[in-house]
C-alpha cells in the first residue's frame, strides 16, 4: 500500500508541476505574440503611418508648387512683376516644404533601417530610402528647369520654352509616378502588418486555448488521482475498522470469560470455607471430636491451598506468562516418583500397572512434569474405583517425540464433557471433595508450554484414556513454530 | 420442639455438620447427597407420613451434583407449593432470587458461610 502511495503522490506532484509548467508556457506565449503585435503595431505608427504623410504632404506642396508655377508662366505674358514675384516667392516657399519633407522621409526610412523587427525590413526601408533620394533628384532637376524657364521669361528674350516645359511636364509625371509607387508600398504593407496582427492574436487565443484545454485535462486526471487515494484510504480505514471490531469482539469474550471464571473461582474458594467454619464452632462447644475437626480443617485447607494455586496457573497460563525451569530428566524416574506417591494411598482394588519405554532423557520442567502426571493419575483413580490403570511411553527418538499414556478402567468421561474436558471447571465428581476442577486445564497448558499435545477418549470397553506429546529437546526452533500455529 | 429436617448437601464434611449441630438441638435428620437423591427422599415421604407435610424443613444446597438445589426446589414446591425450604448459597443471594423465577415466598436463603448455630436460629425461629 506504501509503494502505492508513494507512486500516487508522485503522480499527484508531477501533474501538479505540468500543469504550473503549462501555465507558465501559456503566459510566456501570450507575451511572445503581445510582443509580436506590439512590434507590427509600433511599425505601423512610427514608419507606414509617417511615410504616407510625407509622401501625401510632398504631393500637396508639389500640386501647390505647380499652381504657382502655372501662375507664373500666365502672369509672364501681362506683365505684372508683383504678382509673379509674390508667384515664385510661393513657388519657393513650397520648395522649402518639399525639401523638408524630403529630408523628414529620409529620416524615417534611415530609422526603419535601424529598427529591429522580427522580418528582415532593411531592403524595404532601403528602398524608401532610394525612393526618396530619386523623389530629391527628379524635385531638384523640376526646379532647375522651372528655374531656367523663370529666368528665360524674366530676360525679356523670346526664346521657345516648349522644350523646356515638357521637360517640367515629365519630371512631374516621374514624381508622382515615384509618389503613387510608394504609396501603394506603403499600402500593401500595412496591409500585411495588419494581417501579421491578425494572425498573431488569432495564434495567441489558439495557442492559449490549447494549453489551457491540455490543463483542464492534466487537472481532470489529477482529480481522478486523488479520488483514487481517497478511495484506497476508504478501503483501508473500513478494513481497519472491521479488524478493530473483530479484536473488540474477541476482547469482550475474553473478558466474559475472565469473569465468568472468577465468579466460579470464588465460589470454589467459599465453598470450604463453611466446614471450616463449621469445624470450629463444633469443636469449641465440645460437640465433635478434636481429632476429626482438626483433620478435617487440614484437609479443607490443603483443598483451599490447591485451588488457589490452581487459580494463580490458571493466570499464568492464561496470560503467557507461564515459566518453565527446563532440566535434562530421566522421564520413566520422574513418573515412577509420582506412580509410588500415589500408590501408598491407592484402594486395594486398583492396581497401577507401568510400560515404560526406554529411560532417555527428556528436556522439561521437573515440577511441572509432575504435576502433569499426578493430576492424570489422580482423575483416573477418582473414577476408576476398581480395575486398573496404566501408565505407558513410547519414545520416537527421530522425531524427537515422547508419547505418554495414561488409560483406566473406570467411569469414563461422560459424551457431553468429552469436547470441553479441558476447559475450566468442566469436571464435577460425584464427590466435590477433592479436585479444583482445574486440574486438566493446567495439564493442558503445560503440556503446550512444553510444545506438546494432549487428548482425551474414552476407550472401547471401559474408562477413559488421556495421551500427550512431549518434544525430547526444546532445542529445536521448528518446535516453537509448530506450537505458535497450532495455538 | 423437634423438627424433621430433610437435607441436600454433597460436601461430606458440610453434611456431618449439619448432622451434629441439628441432633444436638433435637431435630431429626434425614440426609440426601444430591439434588436427585433430594426430591425421591421427598417423594417417598409424602407416601409414608400421616402428616400433610413430610418434612418440616428442607435444607438445601443450591450446588449439587445431578440436579442443582434450585430445579429440585422447584419439583418439591409442584408437590406441595408451601413446603419451606432453606438454601444455603455460596453465590450473591441476589443474583439467586434474579435468576430462577420459581423463588416463592416459602423459600428462605441463607448465604454461605454461616455459623451452625446461625443456622439452627433460622430453622427454628419460623416455627
Given amino acids: 500500500m506504501l509503494v502505492g502511495k508513494t507512486k500516487t503522490g508522485l503522480k499527484i506532484g508531477g501533474s501538479v508541476g ?12 501570450g507575451l511572445h505574440q503581445m510582443s509580436k503585435v506590439s512590434l507590427e503595431i509600433n511599425e505601423i505608427s512610427e514608419e507606414y503611418v509617417p511615410l504616407t504623410e510625407i509622401l501625401s504632404e510632398i504631393r500637396l506642396h508639389h500640386s501647390k ?44 526610412a534611415q530609422r526603419g533601417i535601424e529598427m529591429i523587427s522580427f522580418e528582415n525590413n532593411d531592403s524595404q526601408y532601403m528602398v524608401f530610402f532610394q525612393k526618396f533620394v530619386e523623389i530629391e533628384r527628379i524635385h531638384n532637376e523640376y526646379e532647375n528647369t522651372a528655374d531656367s524657364i523663370f529666368l528665360i521669361l524674366g530676360s525679356g528674350k523670346i526664346k521657345d520654352v516648349s522644350a523646356l516645359l515638357e521637360k517640367t511636364d515629365q519630371f512631374e509625371v ?13 499600402s500593401t504593407l500595412t496591409d500585411y502588418s495588419t494581417s501579421q496582427i491578425a494572425a498573431n492574436e488569432r495564434d495567441s487565443i489558439i495557442g492559449q486555448i490549447i494549453i489551457v484545454t491540455m490543463v483542464g485535462a492534466i487537472a481532470a486526471t489529477l482529480g481522478f488521482f486523488i479520488n483514487q487515494i481517497n478511495k484506497d484510504l476508504k478501503k483501508e480505514v473500513d478494513s481497519k475498522t472491521v479488524e478493530l471490531k473483530n479484536a473488540n469482539e474477541k476482547l469482550k469474550e475474553l473478558d466474559r470469560m475472565k469473569d465468568e471464571f472468577i465468579g466460579i473461582a470464588s465460589h470454589e474458594l467459599k465453598s470450604p470455607i463453611q466446614p471450616i467454619f463449621g469445624f470450629a464452632e463444633l469443636a469449641k462447644s465440645g460437640d465433635i471430636d478434636q481429632n476429626e475437626a482438626w483433620d478435617g480443617v487440614t484437609q479443607l485447607a490443603k483443598k483451599l491451598q490447591d485451588l488457589a494455586n490452581a487459580v494463580l496457573d490458571v493466570s499464568k497460563i492464561e496470560s503467557g506468562r507461564l515459566k518453565l525451569q527446563f532440566e535434562k530428566i530421566p522421564i520413566n524416574d520422574s513418573i515412577l516418583k509420582e506412580v509410588n506417591e500415589l500408590k501408598m494411598n491407592l484402594n486395594q482394588n486398583v492396581k497401577i500397572q507401568k510400560n515404560l519405554d526406554e529411560n532417555i532423557e527428556i528436556e522439561i520442567d521437573k515440577i511441572r512434569f509432575g504435576q502433569v502426571i499426578r493430576n492424570l493419575l489422580n482423575n483416573s483413580i477418582k473414577f476408576t474405583s476398581e480395575g486398573t490403570i496404566s501408565i505407558t511411553t513410547n519414545v520416537f527418538q527421530d522425531e524427537n517425540k515422547v508419547l505418554v499414556r495414561i488409560s483406566d478402567s473406570g467411569s469414563g468421561i461422560p459424551e457431553d464433557l468429552l469436547p470441553k474436558i479441558f476447559e475450566k471447571f468442566v469436571t464435577k465428581g460425584k464427590d466435590s471433595q477433592s479436585g479444583t476442577g482445574l486440574g486438566l486445564f493446567l495439564c493442558k497448558g503445560i503440556v503446550t508450554a512444553h510444545g506438546g499435545e494432549i487428548n482425551a477418549e474414552n476407550n472401547l470397553e471401559k474408562g477413559a484414556t488421556f495421551e500427550f506429546s512431549l518434544p525430547i529437546s526444546q532445542k529445536s526452533k521448528l518446535q516453537k513454530l509448530v506450537k505458535v500455529f497450532t495455538n | 420442639m423437634a423438627l424433621s429436617i430433610l437435607i441436600g448437601e454433597d460436601n461430606l464434611f458440610t453434611v456431618k455438620q449439619y448432622e451434629k449441630i441439628l441432633e444436638k438441638n433435637g431435630h431429626i435428620v434425614t440426609v440426601t447427597r444430591d439434588g436427585d437423591e433430594c426430591v425421591k427422599k421427598y417423594t417417598e415421604a409424602m407416601k409414608n407420613e400421616t402428616k400433610s407435610y413430610p418434612f418440616d424443613v428442607v435444607l438445601m444446597d443450591n450446588n449439587m ?8 426446589a422447584q419439583e418439591i414446591l409442584e408437590k406441595r407449593p408451601n413446603q419451606r425450604i432453606i438454601f444455603a448459597s455460596a453465590y450473591d443471594i441476589g443474583s439467586l432470587l434474579n435468576a430462577k423465577d420459581l423463588i416463592k415466598k416459602s423459600v428462605e436463603i441463607i448465604q454461605k458461610p454461616f455459623s451452625l448455630n446461625s443456622l439452627v436460629a433460622k430453622i427454628q425461629n419460623r416455627k
Fill in chain 1, 174 to 186: 516621374e514624381l508622382q509616378s515615384e509618389i503613387d509607387s510608394g504609396l501603394k508600398i506603403i
Fill in chain 2, 65 to 72: 451434583p445431578k440436579k442443582s438445589g434450585a430445579e429440585a
Fill in chain 1, 65 to 108: 508648387q505647380a499652381q504657382s508655377f502655372e501662375k507664373i508662366l500666365r502672369l509672364s505674358d501681362t506683365g505684372i512683376i508683383s504678382e509673379v514675384q509674390k508667384s515664385k516667392e510661393e513657388f519657393w516657399m513650397r520648395s522649402g516644404n518639399i525639401e523638408s519633407e524630403i529630408s523628414r522621409g529620409k529620416t524615417v
Fill in chain 1, 18 to 29: 505540468i500543469i504550473i509548467l503549462l501555465l507558465g508556457v501559456a503566459v510566456l506565449f
